[in-house]
């Protein structure tokens, strides 16, 4: 396969993944910022989802103070922002249309009609701002997109080297937002967290499980009430929840080791990644949290940038 | 040429359908506007999920547009079809046999039936082809022939394409369109298939591999990317063929052979199926200043490492001012006749006929010899007195660069609109394949239509639009 190829599956799944996931973040900050101040609704809420969203940088580059209206608009359809909804929509499609031939038809038009409507939506919010009930609607077609492009591409595609390295592009994007939505909240809700318990810190942790959409599967495993180390767990170590930090690597390694072996040869990626899986899985909580969880997660985030950049060193550059 | 009325494939002068449109007619007179107008839609809905774009150059809004695509077939008979094969075989044989001699000894300007400047002088003929063989002499491996209708009898060819002639894939996906859209109509009428030119390509490609390649020669089609107008065929392309689709960038030269970076590692490259212009092919031998091609690459095909398709230099056999000599052309290398008719022409180089042309503006047509695409042409009945005073002042500023022919009358097909059906003008574009084991050509082609009522420009830069071709068996006398 084409090293281009390669270069270009990988990126437009990251880019379908990341468009699921400012999605989810604007999703639910706008859930949480129509709360009431009390039960959660707390002002640097849009901050914590730009920064979430590694958009906090060019936002205030642009725009300086943030201000709500301000911020959605950067996430989903400011130019400016390479991650905003439409940029990520646009660069996955430019990728899927570079390498046509490598995708299915399924897959093919199931971007490309979804890219369609993001272009309508784009055209329409040019025109006259889009309303409450309209961003909604973008954003629940923005999250629908992505499932449907993952689907379809694990529905039809063939199991070789196309497939997987769309699948790597995908994981290592899913494992870099987890990392960063659990350490921005932490981070965030960390001082007011001394007196754990309280409902505005219920709203909060909620938001980051919804994010993840990963409200029932908590409870489904916990079966209590919400609890910050609960949810960090669930969110790094757990295996059976499909974003965790762990799972992630999981996919990781399969996919590395099943182009290694296609190909007859390991690498750098191939031993990187694993090195980061054993970490996951040998690590406890309470060890995480001795370490302290934001020097646990950006460590993570460091690797998994490292690895992103092992997979191109390999195969995607010549 | 007159006020005479247009030829219509369908309807005769007298009103009575012809037999080979007996069916569509039928069927057109069973669809209700409203059916046909769900067919429409449908067609477009099935044309814009596939993603069928082609971007217009200087359209900044529509940068992905739909070739509007009309839903009523154009159909030729068998008999029709036979006739026209035979010419077109006869016509790109020759074209490759004029490119050999051309690049070789020169046999037919010695004879003085070409005039060698216009070889010379022209900016396509390429001197690093001279005296360099290519595989089994074949320089057009893909040839666009544009042909139109004017009566019953005859087939006029307006232009050969001879570079890199594009629209196959629309050919392709109308066919594939319409056997969805009306299966019944399709199978009532026994359309001869055209879905195994992929097959045809793939096997004329693999035929002039260089010697050296093996038995299994590696096959890619190259495109300029993703931002020209035609890469949705490119890719088309390369899906059918199964093969690699690679950028520029993709190749390298190393140790005189072509290669592909690929996620193992370099891949040697045998046969390119280029869609890129001569100049764009190597900045070492051609333009300096494009990044679209692959340093060093004419220094391999030269050395005869890797062949390309179609070849270097093609382009000076389908310039327009060689266009006039084709019958001649056709006549020396081949023997024979020509089976299909040139449109007359008037070569502005010969002062006697720039006269004429000057004299007769507003019922020419005017084409600049290296323009394409229907861009830089004046079509005299339609252009205003200005127009004509300014397209004349560029004419005799530089008349060896224009030739003129007659506002053919085209044919006209039906087609379908909002508004009901009508006439509409249409051309034909068959391709035709040449490998080391012959010529073939797949039966149909790509039928272009102006959509615009009594427009003769079919180019879908200009609004023009397509249909489906079908040769159909000649119906049995009732």
């Not at chain 1, 272009?119 to 954003?139: G, M, Y």
């Not at chain 1, 599967?217 to 929840?241: C, N, Q």
């Not at chain 2, 390509?201 to 590696?218: F, I």
Request: hydrophobic share 40%.
């Amino acid at each position: 396969m084409l090293s281009r190829t390669a270069d270009n599956l990988f990126w437009f799944a990251r880019y379908m993944e990341r468009a699921d996931f400012i999605a989810r973040i604007a999703n639910t900050t706008r859930r949480l910022a129509s709360l009431p101040s009390g039960d959660g609704g707390a002002a640097n809420e849009w901050e914590a989802a730009l920064s979430a969203a590694g958009a906090l940088e060019p936002y205030e580059a642009v725009h300086g103070a943030v201000d709500p209206d301000k911020a959605v608009d950067f996430l989903l359809f400011d130019a400016r922002n390479p991650s905003s909804i439409v940029n990520c929509i646009e660069s996955g499609r430019v990728n899927a249309r570079a390498v046509r031939t490598a995708l299915t038809i399924e897959t093919w038009e199931t971007i490309n009609a979804g890219w369609q409507e993001m272009k309508k939506v784009q055209r329409q919010h040019a025109q006259k701002p889009l309303d409450t009930e309209e961003l909604v609607a973008f954003l629940d077609m923005a999250m629908k997109l992505a499932l449907d492009v993952d689907g379809s591409a694990y529905r039809t595609m063939l199991r070789n080297d196309a497939y997987w390295f769309s699948r790597l592009g995908l994981y290592v994007e899913r494992a870099d937002n987890t990392a960063r939505i659990l350490d921005v909240k932490y981070n965030i809700l960390l001082p007011e967290t001394e007196a754990v318990g309280g409902s505005l810190d219920y709203f909060q942790w909620n938001a980051i499980l919804r994010a993840v959409s990963a409200v029932t599967s908590y409870h489904w495993i916990y079966r209590e009430g919400v609890k910050p180390w609960l949810i960090a767990d669930l969110l790094i170590l757990r295996p059976e929840m499909p974003r965790s930090l762990i799972a992630c690597y999981g996919e990781i390694v399969r996919f590395l080791d099943a182009i290694a072996n296609a190909y007859g040869r390991q690498g750098a990626a191939q031993r990187r990644a694993r090195q980061t899986y054993t970490k996951l899985q040998n690590a406890t909580m309470k060890q995480v949290f001795t370490t302290g969880l934001h020097e646990f997660l950006t460590e993570f985030i460091e690797d998994n940038y490292e690895i992103g950049g092992a997979i191109a060193e390999q195969y995607l550059l010549d | 040429m007159g006020q005479k009325p247009f030829f219509d494939e369908m309807t005769t002068a007298g009103g009575d359908i012809r037999a080979v449109y007996r069916r569509i007619a039928q069927w057109l007179e069973q669809s209700p506007p409203e059916l046909l107008a769900s067919r429409r839609h449908q067609a477009e809905l099935m044309f814009r999920r596939i993603g069928i774009t082609f971007a217009v150059y200087g359209d900044q809004d529509a940068t992905e547009r739909l070739i509007p695509f009309d839903i009523i077939p154009r159909v030729l008979s068998r008999s029709e079809w036979t006739r026209l094969e035979k010419g077109l075989i006869q016509r790109v044989t020759a074209l490759n046999a004029f490119l050999a001699d051309l690049y070789g000894t020169g046999e037919i300007l010695k004879a003085g039936i070409v005039p060698s400047d216009i070889i010379y002088r022209n900016p396509a003929y390429r001197p690093e082809m001279a005296g360099r063989p290519v595989p089994h002499n074949i320089y057009v491996h893909i040839a666009g022939i544009d042909v139109v209708r004017v009566d019953e009898n005859d087939f006029y060819v307006l232009e050969d394409n001879a570079r890199t002639p594009s629209g196959v894939s629309y050919m392709l996906e109308n066919r594939e369109v319409m056997m969805r859209l009306v299966p019944d109509l399709f199978a009532a009428c026994r359309v001869a298939p055209v879905e195994n030119y992929p097959e045809h390509l793939r096997a004329c490609l693999r035929s002039v591999a260089p010697l050296s390649a093996g038995g299994d020669p590696t096959i890619v089609v190259l495109t300029p990317g993703q931002y020209n107008s035609a890469y949705y065929e490119h890719s088309f392309l390369a899906d059918k063929l199964g093969v690699e689709l690679v950028e520029g960038r993709d190749l390298l030269v190393r140790d005189g052979f072509v290669y592909m970076r690929t996620t193992q590692g370099r891949k040697r490259v045998d046969v390119i199926y280029r869609r890129l212009d001569d100049d764009f092919l190597d900045p070492l031998a051609f333009r300096p200043d494009s990044a679209l091609g692959v340093p060093g690459l004419m220094s391999v095909y030269q050395a005869g490492n890797v062949t390309l398709a179609n070849a270097v230099g093609t382009g000076v056999a389908d310039d327009k001012a060689v266009y006039t000599y084709m019958p001649e052309i056709i006549r020396f290398y081949t023997g024979e006749e020509p089976i299909l008719k040139n449109v007359p022409t008037w070569r502005c180089r010969e002062p006697e006929a720039l006269k004429y042309v000057l004299d007769h503006l507003p019922e020419l047509v005017v084409k600049e010899v290296n323009g394409s695409g229907g861009y830089g042409m004046l079509v005299g009945p339609h252009a205003s007195k200005d127009e004509i005073a300014t397209f004349a002042q560029k004419l005799k500023a530089d008349p060896a660069n224009f030739i003129a022919q007659p506002t053919l009358s085209l044919s006209t097909c039906p087609a379908s609109f909002a508004q009901g059906i009508g006439p509409r003008h249409v051309d034909l574009r068959p391709f035709v394949l040449s490998g080391a084991d012959g010529v073939r050509v797949v039966p149909g082609g790509l039928t272009r239509v102006a959509l615009k009522e009594g427009s003769l420009v079919v180019n879908s830069s200009q609004g023009g639009g397509t249909k489906d071709t079908w040769v159909i068996d000649d119906p049995q006398a009732v």
